[in-house]
T-cell receptor
Framework: GENVEQHPSTLSVQEGDSAVIKCTYSDSASNYFPWYKQELGKRPQLIIDIRSNVGEKKDQRIAVTLNKTAKHFSLHITETQPEDSAVYFCAARADYKLSFGAGTTVTVRA | DVKVTQSSRYLVKRTGEKVFLECVQDMDHENMFWYRQDPGLGLRLIYFSYDVKMKEKGDIPEGYSVSREKKERFSLILESASTNQTSMYLC????????????FGSGTRLTVV
């Protein structure tokens, strides 16, 4: 099955700086790559996604890039704010199901 | 908005008990999923269902079973609960077609003592 690896496991950034989370996947058939944000005590929420026919996608302060050849994709958060503090999960989809990375705990220092 | 509702937020059960976790979605989604979430391990897929009465094993099905008798309801069953099944359980649903995103329920924190 699909194996998704995510790095780093924790990330501490100064408010206003950028944060980057990287993921790799193993199944070349994966064609959809979402990112979820989970705040403490809450459910994971989809924040951005990218399909395999697209190399980059932006939504305000967040962007995702995909390199199909290398089988890796990344989340970029610019101008970080305290409300960006959360656990972020990457995922890759093949067939019906999503396989998730282990998560990155992001802390934005004021 | 799609709503995915899990019947219990917190559960405490004894070792050996049969445990039912219920999940209901209100948007006529075909696909439903059960994950467990553990620190440092992310979300791991237990079972999923792509249609009524259909079920498929995920990555960690041992010790679990599921039931999908109606489209809106997907139940996770722990046949004989064990302490290593103490975890957060998340249900998710997804429609067919262009919208690939999952919608998650709020989760059930299960403690087996």
């Amino acid at each position: 099955g699909e194996n998704v690896e995510q790095h780093p496991s924790t990330l501490s950034v100064q408010e206003g700086d950028s944060a980057v989370i990287k993921c790799t996947y193993s199944d070349s058939a994966s064609n959809y790559f979402p990112w979820y944000k989970q705040e403490l005590g809450k459910r994971p929420q989809l924040i951005i996604d990218i399909r395999s026919n697209v190399g980059e996608k932006k939504d305000q302060r967040i962007a995702v890039t995909l390199n199909k050849t290398a089988k890796h994709f990344s989340l970029h958060i610019t101008e970080t704010q305290p409300e960006d503090s959360a656990v972020y999960f990457c995922a890759a989809r093949a067939d019906y199901k999503l396989s998730f990375g282990a998560g990155t705990t992001v802390t934005v220092r004021a | 908005d799609v709503k995915v509702t899990q019947s219990s937020r917190y559960l405490v059960k004894r070792t050996g008990e049969k445990v039912f976790l219920e999940c209901v979605q209100d948007m006529d989604h075909e696909n439903m999923f059960w994950y467990r979430q553990d620190p440092g391990l992310g979300l791991r897929l237990i079972y999923f269902s792509y249609d009524v009465k259909m079920k498929e094993k995920g990555d960690i099905p041992e010790g679990y079973s599921v039931s999908r008798e109606k489209k809106e309801r997907f139940s996770l069953i722990l046949e004989s609960a064990s302490t290593n099944q103490t975890s957060m359980y998340l249900c998710a649903s997804r429609g067919q077609g262009g919208d690939y995103g999952y919608t998650f329920g709020s989760g059930t924190r299960l403690t087996v003592v």
